[in-house]
C-alpha cells in the first residue's frame, strides 16, 4: 500500500532535534520570516506549490529560491529540506556540489576580477588590491552593508583586452587601479 | 535461497544467491580489500579497492556492486589487480597523515591493514597536505571528528541515513574540497545528530574516533544492554577492570551491532566514583559505614521483629525491572516463602501494568504478541503513545526501515510532535486522555465501512457484539471535539489499519499511563481482533516495555497477584504447587500494589519496606506524598549500586553490582530471555543482589543457596511453564522467546497464532471516561510527561556520563509559542510549573512540538521532578497512576534556582 498523504508541509523537519537544536532551528525559522526585510516563506510556499514534492525536484527548488533570493540561505534549505520530506544534509550535500548555487548573500553589486593568465600577467592582483583598498574587502568578501561583492574568476575569455573586471554582467577591458576606483565610485 | 559456488583466486567458496562476490569472500574469510563496504549499507563502489578479474569480464568489476553467480571464476590476490590497487591506495595516502604510532586507530585501521597487504613502502606520489588543514571537530561530548584522516569512504554518511534515518552529515561539496560536513557545515553538535555513534563504529580509519576509547581493550564480553527494554547485544571491551570500549553486538538479532547514546556511550556509572562500595546503616540519623555481616544481622532481625509483632502484611518489598530474571526470581520468593507476604511489586506497576491486566483479559497473555524484527515487514504501522526513537531508539531503526525500505505506511497518533511523525503518512494529534475515544471511533469507522474481519471474528472471538453495540454512537464526528482530531483523519488512520495486508500496533507509555490506562490498552486489542491482526507476522499489539528487564521482572512474578509465570496466588492448585516446590506456607491472598504499598506505608500499616534497586523517591507520582510516607516508615532498607533518592532516607543501604559485574538473564520487551555476563569484578565489598538475597535469606532461617545464577534458572524452568525450557546452554548467543514449555521447543516468534492463549480472543467494550483531572481557569495547562534519549528514568546511571548530562542538561519543559506569549515566557527562561500537588522551576523550550495547550516534562531530574506536579489518581483495574495528564499553570520565575542551569 502507498503512503496516505503527502508528508504535511507544516509539519517539523525530518529529524529530531537536541534541546539546543531546537533553539537554533526556531531562531532560524524566525530570522527566515524577516529575512531581509521581506517575508521569505511566503515566496518559497509559493515556489513549493509549483512542484508535487518528489525528490527530483530538488534541483529546480534550489534554482528557483536562488533565483528569487540571489542564493540559498540555510533556512530556505531547511526549508526545502522539509518540504521534500529528505534530510537537510541532502540538500546541502547538492547545494554545494553544484558551483551554480551561493550559499552567502551576495552584496548588490557583484565585481569580479580576473586572474586568468593573461590578466595575471597583466596585473591583476593590482586590480584586486586596489578594490580591496577602496571597499575594504578580498575575493571572495561581501561588505557588511551587502553593497558589493568580490570574486576572483578564471578567464572571461577577453584576453585581448586583460586586465579584466566585470562589474554586474558589464565587461571593463584594460582597467587601472585609478579606473577602479572610478567604476566603483560611478556604481554609487 | 540458492546455494552457489564461485571460485576465488583457485579456493571454492559457496555462499546463497544474492550476495556479492565481496560479501561471500569475506564470509569465507578471504581477504579482498576493500574501504566503503559497511555490513548492512547499500553497496557504494566508491574506493575501487575491491576490483577484481572475473573470467569471461572485461576490466576490473569492483566486487562489492558485483553479485555472485553460480561458476564464477575470480582472480583477487593476483599481481596486476594488486597493481591498480596500489596505485588507487598510493593517490590515498599521498594527503593522508602518516601518523600512525600515534593514531587513536593504530592496529584497527582498514587503510593499514590495506597498505601492508599491498607492500606500500614510501609514496611515489608527491606528499599533498590538506589546504587549509581541517579543523578537528571536538564539539561532540562523544566523539571527534579529524577530517584530516577522512578517506570519504562514505560509510559514516550512509549509515547515518541508511540505518539510522537520522541524515546529520552528508559528503558536501565536490572534488579536492570534497568533505563529510553537517547541515551549513556546522559543528556537529548542533546538527540533528542522535550520537548514536554508528558512524564512530563504521569508520574505517581514525576520522572518527570515541573520545573515551584511547586504548584497546584485552578482552570482549557479549552482554545485553543495560537501559531499555529492546535488550540490546552489547560487547564490553575491558582492561584492567575497567570499560573501555562498548560496541553493538553484531550477532544480537535484537540489534545487529547497532545501539543508541546511551547503551553505547552512557555506561561511565559503572566505574562512577559514587558507586556504593560498602553497607551502611543510619545512626544516630547518619548513614555510617558498616561491614555485610553486622548490616544483614540488622536487617535480618528488623524484618524478623516486625514479623512477630504486626504479621507478615506489615512488611513489603519492590522488587526491580533492572536486576536479573533471576534476582527478581529470588526477591519474590524471598518474600513469599522466607517472609511470608505476597506484598511485591516493581515500577512495571508505573509502567505497563494497564498492558499485563488489559491483554491478559483480552488474549490471555499479557506480553508483546509480536517481535521486533517482524516490524520491518508489516504493512502498516500505528505507533500511539510511544516516542519510540526516543525510548527505543533501535527498535524504531526497524519502523523507519518498514517505511523507507519496504514502504509501510505509518501512523502516529500522538499529541506531540515527535521525531517519528517525520516518517508517518499521517500524524494524530489527540488531547492527552482522550485515546479511548479516538479507537472506538476509528472501530466504529471500520465496523460501518465493513472493513473488519468477519471471519477471524467468528471463529476466533467473543463477545464482539458488546463492542459493536458500544461504538455504535462514537462516530469520527462525536470523537472530534472529544480528541481535537479532525473527523476525517480518523476516517483516514481506520482505513489506512484496516484495509493493510499485515497491521502492527505499537504502543507504550502513552497509552498506559492513564487511569483509563486498561481501557485504552483493550481498545487496541478490539481494533486488533476486529481486523484480524493478530496472531499472525508482522502484525499484533505490540507494547514497548520501558526498562530493561521489566518484562522479565513481571515473569518472575514480581507481582503481588502472580507467582513466576502469571500463575495466581489466589488459584488453589497453583498455590499448592508452589508450597511443596519451595518447602513452605505460603499466603493466599494477592498483596499490595507500589501505589497501595507507599499508601499503607503513610498510613502505618506497612512498617517494613525493603527496596531493590528502585527510586520511587522520583519515579512515583505525587513525590512530597511519597517522602512523607518513606519518612514515616519504621524500617527502610535499599539494595542499590548509587545512593539514590530513596537510599538517602533509608536505615540501611546494601551495596550491590551493576550489570557489568554479574551474571544473569533479561528478558526484553519482544519475550527474549537473553544473557548478561561478568565483565569486570565489583567495586569495594559491592555484591550482586542475587548473593545478597540468598545471605539474608540464610540467616531468617529461610535458606537459598545457589553457586551461580544458572541453577537459579534452572529451578524457575521448573516452575514456571512459560520459562519450561528455557537453561542457560539454550539461551546461547541469541536468546529464546519465550513461551518456551520444554526443553525441545524453540520458543515462540509470535503469540496465539491458531489459537489464543486463553481460547477466544474477547471484545471488551470501552466506554470512553475523560482524564481525572482536566486543565481549568486555575491550572489552565495540561501537563504530560515522558523521557529523553539522553536520559534514563530517575538519571541515576545517565548523569554520570558527562556528555549525556551536557546534551540534555536539567530542566526543560516545552511550550507551545501561543502558550509561552500568552504568559509572556521567552525561550531559555526560567518558569515556575505549579499543579494542585506541587511547584517546581524548569528552563522554558519554546516549541511547536508541543501541541497548543499542552506542556511537555521529563520525568528524569531531581532538580525539578515532574512528579512533584503529576497525579497520583490511578486505573481502576492495574492501579497505575495517570502520568500522562494532569493540569498546570506556568509563570515566569522570579529567579533560576542553582541547580536548574542555563540553556
Ligand atoms: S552519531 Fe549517529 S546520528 Fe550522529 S552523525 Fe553519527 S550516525 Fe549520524
Ligand atoms: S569520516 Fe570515516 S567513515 Fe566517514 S567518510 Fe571519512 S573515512 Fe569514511
Ligand atoms: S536502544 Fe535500548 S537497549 Fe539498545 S542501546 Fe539504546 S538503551 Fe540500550
Ligand atoms: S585571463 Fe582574464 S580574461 Fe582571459
Ligand atoms: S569496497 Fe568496493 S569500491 Fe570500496
Known sequence: MSPLLLFSPDAAPFFSRTIKGMLYYSAAIRRLCDHGGTFVKEQLNEIFERCDGAPSDLIPILQDIQDVLGYLPREAMTETARFLNMAETSVYGVATFYTQFQLSRPGRHRIKVCHGTACHVRGASEITKAVAAKLGIGPGETTDDFEFTVEAVACFGSCALAPVMVVNDKVYGNVTPERVVEILEDLN | MNR??????????????????????????????????????????????????????????????????????????????????????????????????????????????????????????????????????????????????????????????ELRGVGAIEI??????????????????????????????????????????????????????????????????????????????????????????????????????????????RRNGQLEEADWDEALGFVAEKLKAIKEEHGSDALAGLSSAKCTNEENYLFQKFFRAGLGTNNVDHCARLCHASTVAGLARAFGSGAMTNSIDELEYADCILIIGSNTTEAHPVLALKIKAA??????????????????????????????????????????????????????????????????????????????????????????????YATAQRSSIVYSMGITQHTTGTDNVLALANLAMLTGNVGKESTGVNPLRGQNNVQGACDLGALPNVYPGYQKVDDAEIHDKFEAAWEATLSDQPGLTVTEIINAAA??????????????????????????????????????????????????VLPAVSFAEKDGTYTNTERRVQRVRKAIDPPGQARADWKILCALAGRMEYPMAYEHPSEIMDEIADVTPIYGGISYPRIGKVGLQWPCPDKDHPGTVFLHEGEFKRGKGKFHPTPFRAADEEPDSDFPLLLTTGRYLYHWHTRTMTSRTEGLEQICPPVPVEIHPEDAAREGITEGATVEVSSRRGTIHANAVVTERSPLGTVFMAFHFHEGAANTLTNDAIDPIAKIPEYKVCAVKIKAAADRPAEIGAI
Open chain 2, 4 to 161: 552457489i559456488t564461485i571460485t576465488i583466486d583457485g579456493k571454492a567458496v559457496e555462499t546463497t544467491e544474492g550476495s556479492t562476490i565481496l560479501e561471500a569472500a569475506l564470509a569465507a574469510g578471504i581477504y579482498i580489500p576493500h574501504l566503503c563496504h559497511s555490513p548492512g549499507l547499500k553497496p557504494y563502489g566508491a574506493c575501487r579497492m575491491c576490483i577484481v578479474e572475473i573470467e569471461g569480464m572485461r576490466g576490473m568489476p569492483s566486487s562489492c556492486t558485483t553479485a555472485a553467480t553460480d561458476g564464477m571464476v575470480i582472480r583477487n590476490d593476483v599481481e596486476q589487480v594488486n597493481k591498480v590497487r596500489k596505485m588507487t591506495c598510493e593517490m590515498l595516502i599521498a594527503d593522508h597523515p602518516l601518523t600512525c604510532l600515534t593514531c587513536q586507530a593504530n592496529q584497527d585501521c582498514e587503510l593499514q591493514t590495506l597498505s601492508s597487504y599491498l607492500g606500500i613502502q614510501e609514496s611515489r606520489l608527491r606528499r599533498m597536505t590538506r589546504d587549509p588543514k581541517p579543523e578537528k571537530d571536538e564539539s561532540n561530548p562523544f566523539y571527534t571528528r579529524d577530517l584530516d584522516k577522512c578517506i570519504l569512504c562514505g560509510n559514516c554518511t550512509r549509515a547515518c541515513h
Open chain 2, 172 to 281: 558536501s561539496g565536490r572534488g579536492y574540497r570534497s568533505r563529510v560536513a553537517a547541515f551549513g557545515d556546522a559543528p556537529v553538535l548542533e546538527s540533528n545528530c542522535v550520537s548514536c555513534g554508528e558512524c564512530v563504529d563504521r569508520c574505517p580509519v581514525a576520522a572518527l574516533t570515541a573520545k573515551k576509547e584511547t586504548v584497546p581493550p584485552s578482552a570482549f564480553t557479549i552482554t545485553t544492554c543495560i537501559y531499555c527494554g529492546v535488550g540490546c547485544g552489547l560487547s564490553l571491551g575491558t582492561r584492567s577492570n575497567k570499560i573501555v570500549q562498548v560496541l553493538g553486538d553484531k550477532e544480537s538479532i535484537v540489534n545487529r551491532g547497532s545501539l543508541c547514546v546511551k547503551g553505547r556511550f552512557g555506561l561511565d556509572f559503572v566505574s562512577s566514583e559514587d558507586r556504593l562500595t560498602t553497607p551502611l546503616i
Open chain 2, 403 to 496: 517505511v523507507r525500505s519496504h514502504g509501510a505506511t505509518l501512523v502516529v497518533a500522538d499529541p506531540r510532535r515527535i521525531e517519528m511523525t517525520q516518517f508517518a503518512s499521517l500524524h494524530i494529534r489527540q488531547r492527552s486522555g482522550s485515546d479511548v475515544a479516538l479507537i472506538n471511533a476509528m472501530l466504529n469507522v471500520i465496523i460501518e465501512e465493513k472493513l473488519l474481519n468477519e471471519e477471524f471474528i467468528n471463529s476466533r472471538t467473543e463477545d464482539f457484539d458488546k463492542v459493536r453495540e458500544c461504538v455504535a454512537d462514537n462516530t469520527p464526528e462525536w470523537a472530534e471535539p472529544i480528541t481535537g482530531v479532525a473527523a476525517e483523519d480518523i476516517r483516514t488512520a481506520a482505513r489506512a
Open chain 2, 603 to 652: 498510613e502505618g500499616d506497612v512498617k517494613g519496606l525493603y527496596v531493590m534497586g528502585e527510586n520511587p523517591m522520583l519515579s512515583d507520582p505525587n513525590l512530597n506524598h511519597v517522602k512523607e510516607a518513606l519518612e514515616s516508615i519504621d524500617f527502610l532498607c535499599v539494595q542499590d549500586i548509587f545512593l539514590t533518592e530513596t537510599a538517602r532516607l533509608a536505615d540501611v
